[in-house]
């Protein structure tokens, strides 16, 4: 590969880049947009993690657990209803599958409506995970 090759490649990739970074920038920020519809906006945030164009993780996270709402008014927890440990790190994508009605004994007893709350809070957030700290 000659040198002016090599300039080429490189300024490729770089442009490249750009433009993705770009373009995940605006795909990024219409996943809070409400007027699309939550479903269409849950898939694109899970490809967008999947591509790794979100990767953030919210160090000191939670996981927007308050949002959840047990019908017995029981209080969810990380260990408990998640099997997460302090400090582990979980991608929202992972504890959305807990979250499918059948998937879990505890998923049929969620409030309607707070799963939806909970995506919602997720897609605002800009994070694909968290590490649980209590």
């Not at 959840?68 to 029981?74: V, Y």
């Not at 400090?87 to 007893?109: A, K, Q, V, W």
Request: proline share 2%; net charge negative; hydrophobic share 40%.
């Amino acid at each position: 590969m000659t040198d002016e090759a090599l300039k080429e490649s490189l300024n490729a990739a770089i442009g490249l880049k750009a433009h993705a970074d770009a373009a995940a920038r605006c795909a990024k920020s219409l996943l809070a947009n409400q007027a699309i519809p939550l479903d269409e906006r849950w898939d694109a945030y899970v490809k967008l993690c999947v591509a790794d164009l979100i990767s953030e993780v919210d160090c000191c996270g939670d996981g927007y657990i308050d949002f959840l709402e047990h019908k017995d008014g029981d209080e969810l927890t990380m260990y408990d209803h998640f099997y997460i440990e302090r400090h582990e790190t979980r991608s929202y994508i992972d504890m959305y599958d807990y979250l499918i009605p059948g998937n879990y004994r505890f998923s049929e007893h969620l409030v309607p409506g707070s799963v939806d709350a909970w995506r919602e809070k997720v897609l605002a957030s800009g994070y694909a995970a968290f590490t649980y700290d209590w």
